[in-house]
Structure formats: C-alpha cells, structure tokens
C-alpha cells in the first residue's frame, strides 16, 4: 500500500477514535469535524493534558506504538496530520 494511501486510512481511523475515546461526540464533534492540520490542544479542538494521555493509550491499544515520554514528543500530539505520520514512521509491522 502506498505511503499516501495508509495515511489517510490512519487519519480516518485515528478521528474515529479520538471521537470515541475523548466522548467527543457528547459535544456534537463527528470524526468528519476534525480537520487534519487542526490544532488538538488549545484554541483548536480544544484538548487538555487528560486527554494527551487518553491519546498516549489510544496509541498503545489500537496502533501497538509505546510511547516512552510523551512529554518530549509535544509536537507529535499537536494535529491529527503529526499523530499520522508519527503512527506511519513507528508502527509495528505485523
């Protein structure tokens, strides 16, 4: 499967999840609201440090990718965009 191709199928299946795993959708926020090249934290989608973490273990049930300290990888947190990429750059091949 090409690079453009996985990452875009990630990009959707990481959305889902952050709606589900973040009750997203208890603020009316679908997957289909979540821009690539939003902003997670702050003034874009609005996420907190809870949620980083809630994020920390999405990464580990669902994309077999341990993070050993999330805190120095700030800037892989900050769009859906960064978490694809990090998710495409360190996944397990099964």
Same mark, same amino acid.
């Given at each position: 499967?090409e690079k453009?191709? /996985?990452?875009?199928?990630? +990009?959707? #299946? @990481? +959305?889902? @999840? ?5 009750? @997203? %959708? !208890? ?5 289909? &609201?979540? +821009? %690539? %090249?939003?902003? @997670?934290?702050? %003034?874009?989608?609005?996420? &907190? =440090?809870?949620?980083?973490?809630? !994020?920390?273990?999405?990464?580990? #049930?669902?994309?077999? !990718?341990?993070? +050993?300290n999330p805190a120095?990888? =700030? /800037?892989?947190? #900050? ?13 397990? /091949? =099964?």
């Amino acid at each position: 499967m090409e690079k453009e191709q /996985e990452l875009k199928e990630i +990009k959707t #299946r @990481l +959305k889902k @999840l952050l709606v589900e795993q973040l009750s @997203l %959708d !208890i603020e009316n926020i679908t997957p289909e &609201d979540i +821009k %690539d %090249d939003e902003e @997670l934290f702050g %003034d874009g989608l609005g996420l &907190d =440090s809870l949620d980083a973490v809630e !994020i920390v273990v999405i990464l580990q #049930r669902h994309f077999n !990718i341990e993070m +050993k300290n999330p805190a120095s990888n =700030s /800037e892989v947190f #900050r769009t859906v965009n960064s978490l694809a990429n990090f998710i495409y750059d360190n996944k397990q /091949e =099964s």
